[in-house]
Structures are given as C-alpha cells and as structure tokens.
C-alpha cells in the first residue's frame, strides 16, 4: 500500500496460490523466538533464466513496527539464500522501484547490485498480438532432450512444468536464438503471468532480421503462455547492450514495469550472488 501500486492482490488470491497441490510459488513467514505475532514475509519463486536456475524474490516485506535495525530483513535474505542453495540456484534476482532509496540503501548493504537490463511490462500484448509483427522464415519450437544436446546447468529443466525453452531456427533450420519463459504469479495483480528472460542470438543479424527472431520467439512465447492458462500478465527482460532486443520491446511494449502511475516508480533489476553454505 505504501508503494501506491495499481494492482492489489487479495489475501484470498495470494493464500489459493501458496496452499495450491503443487504451488508455482512458496512463502514463509519470519517470526522472533519470543513473539507469537509474524515480523516479516517472503514470497518467492524458483525460475530458469539461460544460465541456470536462480531464486526470483516477488516480495519481501517487514511489519512497519520492526524496520530498521531489528534484521528482519537481512534474516529473510540469509533463509532465501539457503533456500537457494539447497534448490541449485545461481543466485537471487528481484525488481525494486528506482526511486526507493531507503530499501536501495539495504539492498546495497547486504551486497546486492543492479542488473543490466531493461524491464517491459507487456500485459495487453495477448488482446494486441499485431504489434509482434511478422516472424518471416523464422519458426520457435520447444527444446527437449531429443533435439538438442543441454548443458549441464540446465539438468532438469525439461522437467519443470512451469517453464520453457524455446528455441528460433532459421530457414535452414539452423539455431537463430535460445528464449526461456517462466510460469509466475504476481502478488500485486494476484493472477497468473510469464516472465520472459533475454533473447540469446546465436547469429550476428542486422538489425530487421534480430526484430523477426524477437517476433518468431513472441509468437511461440503467447501461444505458450495461453495453453498453460499463463496469459495474466507478460513481464519481458532485455539485457542493455542488446540494441535489437530493446528496440523490439519498445515497439510491442506500451511501457516499462512499473508499480504505479509515476515515471519514477519504474522497476529496475537487482541480483545478489549466493553465499556458500558454512
């Protein structure tokens, strides 16, 4: 609430998300040894990005009547850590607004740092699929054991059900570009969506070309996200240096994520590595 955010999750939505058989999300509540009463929350999620599985923090928050200077929240980050470890993650990602110096000065207390990119915020595009444009000769099919040799940080991957990996060929056949999408839930629009990691070319296109492997992966990406019952909300990632990524986002995107109406409450992504376990 004191973000001011547009979307409001109930505590209904949240609870039939984290209570669901086989939930896509995973909370814990942080208590003090001598108070019955929760400090803190965390809720959080375990998605594939093209270097490996990372622990994604969707929301991490302190009551207002303990913040600053009782560690609820550096005890929240050493359990996701742990978390972590345990589930084989890389390391912590998460958004934050870039106008919130206060949690910005924690963050960069415990060691955190930003990440280059770019966070675009596509929730209409599955009601405005012409803004994709045309994936010319470029077809997206779905990447399993039995048409590509994975790497060893992708052991398991074809076996989470709440993630894809696709991959763009070109005319020929050939490997154009990795994408991978995970299933998630956000606890400020309480509905199930996908989160889009960065495009990996395999080839040096021009400019025109890079933007049909965008529209051939976005294509595959949509119909992905409808068959799963994913289609909620769309967030899209695009790493800085990647000219032919944030031109394609600008155009399909009404927006950068944002948590409310404000220029400034843009969300920027942060990571923090993983500490090894004593």
């Excluded at 814990?28 to 965390?42: M, Q």
């Excluded at 070319?201 to 992905?224: G, I, M, T, Y």
Aim: net charge neutral.
């Amino acid at each position: 609430e004191h973000h001011n955010c547009k979307f409001i999750a109930t505590t209904k939505q949240i609870f039939d998300e984290v209570c669901a058989p086989n939930p896509l999300s995973h909370a814990f509540l942080i208590h003090s040894p001598d108070e019955t009463k929760p400090l803190g929350y965390a809720f959080y999620s375990l998605p594939w990005t093209l270097d490996g599985r990372t622990l994604y923090l969707e929301d991490i928050c302190a009551d207002k009547t303990v913040r600053g200077g009782r560690g609820v929240g550096t005890f929240g980050f050493q359990a996701l850590n742990d978390i972590a470890l345990n589930e084989g993650c890389k390391a912590i990602n998460w958004v934050v607004m870039r106008n919130n110096d206060k949690t910005l000065g924690f963050y960069n207390k415990i060691g955190a740092h930003f990440t280059p990119k770019s966070n675009y915020d596509l929730s209409d595009i599955f009601t405005h699929k012409s803004r994709i444009g045309s994936r010319g000769a470029y077809t997206t099919e779905k990447v399993d054991d039995s048409n590509i040799v994975l790497p060893m940080h992708f052991n398991n991957v074809n076996d989470d059900p709440y993630s894809s990996l696709l991959m763009v060929k070109d005319a020929d056949g050939d490997p154009a570009a990795l994408v991978m999408t995970n299933e998630c839930f956000s606890t400020f629009r309480g509905v199930r969506g996908t989160q889009v990691e960065p495009v990996r070319f395999f080839q040096n296109f021009p400019l025109r070309e890079a933007k049909k492997v965008w529209a051939s992966a976005f294509h595959a990406v949509c119909d992905d996200a409808e068959a799963r019952g994913a289609a909620g909300h769309m967030y899209a990632y695009a790493k800085h240096k990647c000219t032919a990524s944030d031109k394609f986002l600008q155009k399909v995107a009404p927006a950068k994520l944002q948590m409310n109406d404000d220029p400034d409450s843009v969300l920027v992504s942060m990571s923090l590595k993983l500490k090894p376990a004593p």
